[in-house]
């Protein structure tokens, strides 16, 4: 009884010393910690349907940047219309054809997509919305976008009540880890990094839906004159008689245009920096996993590292290895392709990092692999250059 009381005691201790001296001492953060112990399921179950999800748009990004290239264009056309100074003919007619079909098409494209991404993604964003700390208002040209999500700060504070999660098990698992600072200490970083990833993804899936919504209403009306556009791409006699009124129409629905343009542009680029976000966070979660290993799983038991990260691929035990992604010489580097196999590295070094039968040869493998892959895209943004 003697040796349980002072188990508990020191226990206190070091949770108040770990409390003193950790950086996400902030307002709100046990409470996170109490709503993190309570609702870790939920919390999990979500995050892997939303960063599933994410991973997808992620492989769509070079769509959303032809759908802002071609609004941009397009307003571009419009202007040159509405400018009353300036001869509507029937060129620059066509040169807003053109874009107005580029729109639309990039749009029929996106659409499906992103209503089955949204769809799949929406009882876990219903879930996280209560989480969310944070409304943010985007103004364009027509339209007040309200954008629901996490802060930075939320996210350090949730991420955190992960990293005590894996505190209060490392305990749980042997009690003499009580007594190690140094152990609970890196148990708290590991857990607050890999939690960083899914939170992310449902920041960016909150971004990502608010944008597609704005957009969504400003297409509508230009689907509504695709057929007359058709029409005078098609070389139709009475859509070409009819070129005044199309015209007019094309004028009616400027507003609209204007604010394609802007929320298309606002949103590839935010869509780009949650990206790059999220990359990084990747990257810290390699280190810190690689340093974590190193240290507790030498020989590639990787039994003490908690199935926690809710970016950790799902299902088949199969890994597909990264091995592709070596270097290439002077040859010219997609930077695209160079990503996706990044990404391909990365899922795989994760899966295999979080599976306890994994050896110590297949860890290193797959860092080599992921290691390779990095390599690759920064040679392919070298290039870019």
């Known amino acids: 009884m003697n040796r349980l009381s002072s188990l508990k005691a020191g226990l206190v201790m070091v949770l108040l010393a770990m409390v003193l001296t950790a950086n996400v001492v902030q307002a709100g953060?046990?409470?996170?910690?109490?709503?993190?112990?309570?609702?870790?399921?939920?919390?999990?179950?979500?995050?892997?349907?939303i960063s599933s999800e994410v991973k997808a748009l992620y492989r769509e990004r070079k769509s959303i940047q032809n759908f802002a290239e071609g609004a941009s264009a397009l307003v571009r056309a419009y202007k040159s219309i509405?400018?009353?100074?300036s001869k509507v003919n029937f060129p620059r007619l066509l040169d807003i054809a053109h874009a107005i079909t580029?729109?639309?098409?990039?749009?029929?494209?996106l659409a499906p997509k992103a209503e089955a991404m949204y769809k799949r993604a929406k009882p876990g964003m219903n879930y996280f919305a209560d989480l969310a700390d944070k409304t943010t208002t985007i103004q364009t040209a027509k339209n007040r976008i309200k954008v629901k999500g996490f802060s930075e700060e939320r996210i350090n504070s949730l991420a955190g009540a992960h990293g005590w999660g894996r505190v209060f098990d490392a305990i749980k698992e042997n009690p003499l880890n009580l007594f190690k600072w140094g152990r609970l200490s890196d148990e708290y970083k590991m857990g607050k990094v890999e939690a960083a990833y899914p939170l992310k993804c449902a920041q960016i899936?909150?971004?990502a839906t608010a944008y597609y919504a704005a957009a969504k209403s400003s297409v509508q009306e230009l689907l509504g004159?695709?057929?007359?556009?058709?029409?005078?791409?098609?070389?139709?006699?009475?859509?070409?008689l009819n070129m005044g009124g199309t015209i007019n129409r094309i004028n009616n629905v400027g507003p609209s245009v204007e604010a394609l343009g802007d929320i298309a542009e606002k949103g590839a680029n935010a869509m780009t920096k949650r990206f790059d976000?999220?990359?990084?966070?990747?990257?810290?979660?390699?280190?810190?996993?690689?340093?974590?290993?190193?240290?507790?799983?030498?020989?590639?038991?990787?039994?003490?590292?908690?199935?926690?990260?809710?970016?950790?691929?799902?299902?088949?035990?199969?890994v597909t290895s990264g091995s592709n992604s070596g270097?290439?010489?002077?040859?010219?580097?997609?930077?695209?392709?160079?990503?996706q196999a990044y990404q391909k590295a990365y899922q795989a070094y994760v899966e295999i990092s979080h599976l306890g039968d994994s050896s110590q040869a297949e860890l290193d493998k797959a860092i080599s692999d992921l290691q390779k892959a990095k390599k690759l895209v920064d040679q392919a943004k070298a290039q870019a250059r």
Request: aromatic share 10%; hydrophobic share 30%.
């Open 29 to 49: 953060v046990f409470s996170d910690v109490k709503l993190w112990f309570s609702e870790k399921a939920n919390i999990f179950q979500h995050s892997r349907s």
């Open 82 to 85: 509405s400018n009353k100074t």
């Open 102 to 109: 580029k729109v639309v098409s990039g749009y029929q494209n």
């Open 205 to 207: 899936a909150f971004d």
């Open 225 to 240: 004159i695709k057929s007359e556009i058709d029409g005078i791409l098609g070389g139709n006699l009475d859509a070409l």
């Open 277 to 318: 976000e999220l990359l990084k966070v990747q990257d810290e979660y390699l280190a810190a996993s690689r340093a974590y290993n190193d240290k507790y799983n030498p020989h590639g038991n990787t039994s003490n590292s908690r199935n926690y990260s809710a970016s950790a691929p799902q299902g088949s035990r199969t």
């Open 327 to 339: 270097t290439t010489g002077n040859r010219k580097i997609s930077l695209d392709k160079a990503m």
